[in-house]
């Protein structure tokens, strides 16, 4: 969901342990002074990492993961026990689902009061009683396009559809962003498990296959950016991005409804460091420092405290990065639809990759 991956040197680990997934393992290392963090590609500002050492004298091992799907089975299996993680809505309604997290001691994340009450509200859709997530960045999903390839006002997912920009479109390589659009389009909910309508949404994908100029993930940003494609299906922090990079984008969240997603940090259950990551999390929750990751990663901040901060009244006040959701239509987050629900749903984007 988030920018191209970037590995992230942040500290050294002890000669005895050089290599992050098997410190599980290990010994030698003082672990009261350390903490183990599993995050998206490029999804904080490294400089944050260094001053968090600096502040608490604990140390920041780092690993990040693309995808929820490459992350979850990595946690699920135990070998490598982080502190703290950064899933989406859904996975985190899974993971709870699955006894893979903890509570988190509120009492050790005083700053957690400067998310707004209302992202906290939204996280009661996959945290009912706010006991495991604190958000961390949230946004939506739209259509990105290049306004010197596009000569027409676009408020809806059927362009993806249109044989005018065959070659020209970019879509998610991701079942469940790819689902979604096709199931808004005919007026149903993205976490739909009903057969005929998944049907329908899979033969919608298979019959705009040969438009699609690639499935990707990341290189969305870096396409349209480069002229290389004139629309895309987009996370709303990668269009903030790709507009300072090229004025000729534009976004639009379409009239049938889309995606608002939440990412937020967790605490594994096996996480050998609690307090280290509370601490961490509590850090992240500063106002200073949320409104630094917030310059760096471009997507929208719960942080009602740190947006405050920001200086730039366009981007303050900015449609894209602060939309007022009451101006929109079918708008949902994606539930965790059990193993039954994954199942069917690989199987179907499956039967769209191989036709």
Request: glycine content about 4%; aromatic content about 12%.
């Amino acid at each position: 969901m988030k920018k191209k991956s970037l590995k992230i040197a942040v500290a050294v680990v002890t000669a005895a342990c050089t290599v992050l997934p098997l410190f599980a393992g290990c010994s030698g290392t003082n672990s009261q002074k350390e903490v183990y963090v599993y995050n998206w590609g490029e999804y904080l500002d490294p400089d944050v990492l260094d001053e968090f050492t600096e502040e608490t004298g604990i140390k920041v091992i780092y690993d990040e993961f693309e995808t929820n799907e490459i992350m979850y089975p990595k946690v699920e299996a135990g070998a490598v026990a982080y502190d703290v993680i950064c899933p989406s809505d859904y996975m985190i309604q899974k993971m709870i689902d699955n006894d893979l997290l903890q509570e988190i001691n509120f009492d050790n994340v005083p700053n957690a009061k400067n998310i707004g009450d209302q992202y906290y509200e939204s996280a009661k859709e996959f945290d009912p009683e706010n006991k495991y997530a604190v958000p961390y960045c949230w946004g939506t999903v739209g259509i990105l396009y290049n306004k010197t390839k596009v000569d027409e006002p676009i408020d809806s997912w059927s362009v993806l559809w249109d044989e005018k920009y065959k070659g020209e479109i970019l879509m998610q390589n991701s079942v469940r962003d790819a689902f979604m659009v096709a199931l808004k389009l005919q007026g149903h909910s993205m976490n739909s498990l009903d057969d005929a309508e998944l049907e329908d949404a899979k033969n919608l994908l298979i019959e705009q296959k040969p438009l699609v100029q690639a499935y990707v993930v990341d290189q969305v940003r870096d396409k349209m950016i480069g002229n290389e494609a004139a629309i895309g299906v987009i996370y709303s922090g990668e269009a903030i991005y790709t507009q300072r990079e090229n004025s000729d984008l534009e976004y639009v969240i379409p009239k049938e409804g889309t995606n608002v997603w939440i990412d937020c940090w967790v605490i594994p259950k096996n996480a050998p460091n609690k307090e280290n990551a509370e601490a961490f999390i509590n850090f992240i929750c500063k106002p200073e420092i949320a409104l630094k990751n917030f310059d760096f990663i471009t997507y929208s901040t719960p942080n009602v405290a740190a947006r405050e901060l920001i200086e730039d009244e366009e981007i303050r006040n900015s449609s894209i990065a602060f939309p007022d959701l009451s101006n929109y239509q079918g708008l949902e987050t994606f539930h965790y639809l059990g193993a039954e629900g994954d199942q069917k749903y690989a199987e179907l984007w499956k039967q769209v990759k191989s036709e």
